[in-house]
C-alpha cells in the first residue's frame, strides 16, 4: 500500500484555525488549569462544543444515508488523518485541556468498533445536538485489570424478568468519566464480562448512560499532570442497562467472528492509539519549539545537515530531539493511513504508540535539561509539559505493553506463549 507523507491543504488549513485557538485559547489559561486541579476549561470547552456535535452530526448523518454497519466510500478516507492533526495541534496548545474536549472521545471508538449500526445511531446521537455540552468516555481498566484487559472482574447478568443487563464491578482511571456521568447527559461504555470461565470471549460492552440507577462515581483523581482533565473511578453496584445497551453480538462465541468481545477492546485501541500518539507528539513539538525560542535568544541556531563531530553538544541534542520526534510522527502518520485505508493496523497502531510515548518523555526531560533552572521553574511550561507528556506512555497500553504487542505480532507469538 502506497501511503501519501502529504498533509491535503483543506486539513492543513483546518490546523492552521486549530492552531489559533490553541495559543489564544488554550495556552493562555494551562497554567491556571494546572495550578487548580478539577476546574474546567470552559472557554475552550464552550468553543469547541459546537464544532465537535456539527462534525458528529455529519457523520451520522453520512451513516444514516448509506445503510449498512460501515460507511461506504469510494477510496480511502481522510478522517483519521484529519484527526491525528486535529489531535497533535490541540495538544501542542494543552492536552490536559484537550482530553476536556465535548465529545464521544473513547467511549465512541468503542461504538465504532464494537456497535451495529443502530447502535451507532442511537448512542452517538447525544453528541451531534443540543446546546449543552456532552461527554463519552470508555471503562475497562480495574483496580486488578489494566495492563491485561482479559482478567477484568466486573460482571454483566442478564435478568431475564426484566430483560436488563445486571452490571457490578469497580473501574478506575476513567478519562472524563465524570463529565460523562455526572456532568453532562453523557455515556460511558463499560466492558464487562458475561461468563469469568468464558475468558476473552466472555467480554463485552456496554452503553452506561448518565442518571443509571447503581452507577456512582467514587472518586476523582489527583494527578502528576493532565491535571485539568477528570479522571474517575466509578462504582458498578446492581446497575441496570436495557438489553439493547450491549454493543454488537450478545453471544459467547470462542471463536468470534468479526470485532466483538476482546477483539472489539483491541479494534478500539487500533484506532485510539494513533490518536495517543499524536496527543504525545503535539507535546513533544511543544517543548522542542520552545527550546529552540530560547536557544535562539543566546544566539545559538542549528546548524542542519553539519556533521555530528562539528555540532556542540546542545546542538546535536536538539537534533536528536526532533529525530525522536519525526520518527514516531512517520510511524503515526502509517498507522493512521491503514485505518483511513480500512486495513488491519494493529501493529502499526502499537509501533506508533510505543515510539510516540517514548519520544515524548524523552523530548520533554531533555527540554527540562537544556534549559537549566529556569526549565525546572513554574515560570516556563515546560516542566508542565514533562509531566502531561509522561501520560502516553501510559494509558492505552503503557510503553512495555506495545511493545510486547509488537514483538507477538512480528515473531507470530499468542499472549500465552509471549507473557
Ligand atoms: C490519567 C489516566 C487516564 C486513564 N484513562 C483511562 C480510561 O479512560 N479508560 C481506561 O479503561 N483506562 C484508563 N487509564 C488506565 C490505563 O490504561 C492503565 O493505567 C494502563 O493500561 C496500565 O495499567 P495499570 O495501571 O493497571 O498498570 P499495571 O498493569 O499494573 O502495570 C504496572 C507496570 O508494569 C508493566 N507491566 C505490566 N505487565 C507487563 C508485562 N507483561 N511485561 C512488561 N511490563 C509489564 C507496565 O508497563 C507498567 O509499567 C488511565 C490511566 C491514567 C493514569
Not at 494551562?30 to 452530526?57: K, L, T, Y
Not at 444514516?64 to 491525528?84: F, Q, T, V, Y
Not at 467472528?257 to 513539538?285: H, I, Q, W
Not at 511543544?286 to 556542540?312: D, H, M, N, R, S
Request: net charge neutral; hydrophobic share 40%; with cysteine.
Amino acid at each position: 500500500m502506497a501511503i501519501s507523507f502529504e498533509i491535503p491543504e483543506r486539513i492543513t488549513q483546518e490546523t492552521a484555525m486549530l492552531k489559533a485557538v490553541a495559543e489564544n485559547v488554550m495556552r493562555p489559561i494551562s497554567r491556571e488549569m494546572d495550578e487548580h486541579e478539577h476546574e474546567r476549561p470552559w472557554p475552550f470547552i464552550n468553543m469547541m462544543w459546537p464544532i465537535m456535535r456539527d462534525m458528529q452530526a455529519k457523520q451520522l448523518e453520512k451513516l444514516s444515508a448509506e445503510g449498512g454497519d460501515k460507511p461506504k466510500r469510494e477510496g480511502p478516507g481522510i478522517g483519521n488523518l484529519r484527526m491525528i492533526c486535529t489531535v497533535e495541534q490541540l495538544s501542542w496548545g494543552d492536552v490536559g485541556i484537550w482530553l476536556c474536549m465535548p465529545a464521544a472521545a473513547l467511549g465512541g471508538y468503542a461504538i465504532e468498533a464494537t456497535g451495529t449500526r443502530e447502535q451507532k445511531l442511537k448512542f452517538l446521537k447525544r453528541f451531534a445536538e443540543g446546546d449543552t455540552p456532552v461527554w463519552g468516555a470508555m471503562a475497562m481498566t480495574e483496580p486488578g485489570a489494566g495492563s491485561d484487559p482479559a482478567s477484568i472482574q466486573t460482571t454483566a447478568r442478564l435478568d431475564p424478568e426484566t430483560n436488563e443487563w445486571v452490571l457490578n464491578g469497580e473501574k478506575i482511571f476513567c478519562t472524563s468519566g465524570k463529565l460523562a456521568l455526572e456532568d453532562s447527559n453523557g455515556l460511558v461504555v463499560v466492558w464487562a464480562t458475561l461468563d469469568r470461565d468464558a475468558g476473552r470471549a466472555g467480554m463485552k460492552s456496554f452503553v452506561v448512560e448518565a442518571g443509571t440507577p447503581g452507577v456512582k462515581i467514587a472518586k476523582v483523581e489527583k494527578k502528576h499532570g493532565i491535571k485539568v482533565s477528570d479522571t474517575a473511578a466509578i462504582v458498578l453496584d446492581n446497575a441496570r442497562v436495557p438489553y439493547d445497551h450491549i454493543l454488537g453480538d450478545p453471544e459467547i462465541r470462542q471463536k468470534s467472528e468479526g470485532k466483538v468481545g476482546f477483539k472489539g477492546a483491541m479494534a478500539t485501541f487500533d484506532a485510539s492509539r494513533p490518536m495517543v500518539a499524536a496527543s504525545a507528539l503535539g507535546v513533544g513539538r511543544a517543548a522542542v519549539e520552545f527550546v529552540k525560542e530560547q536557544l535562539a535568544k543566546e544566539g545559538i541556531e542549528i546548524p542542519y545537515g553539519k556533521p555530528k563531530g562539528q555540532l556542540t553538544a546542545i546542538q546535536s541534542d536538539v537534533i536528536e530531539m526532533e529525530a525522536q520526534w519525526k520518527a514516531a510522527w512517520l510511524l503515526t502518520l502509517r498507522a493512521t493511513s491503514m485505518l483511513d485505508h480500512g486495513l488491519q493496523n494493529s501493529l502499526e497502531a502499537s509501533m506508533a504508540k510505543a515510539k510516540a510515548g517514548k519520544a515524548v518523555t524523552q523530548i520533554t526531560q531533555k527540554a527540562v535539561e537544556l534549559l537549566g533552572p529556569q526549565g525546572y521553574s513554574r515560570d516556563w511550561l515546560v516542566e508542565k509539559w514533562m509531566r502531561d507528556g509522561k501520560i502516553n506512555d501510559i494509558y492505552e497500553g503503557t510503553g512495555q505493553i506495545n511493545l510486547l504487542i509488537i514483538a507477538r505480532r512480528i515473531l507470530s507469538y499468542s499472549s500465552k506463549e509471549l507473557a
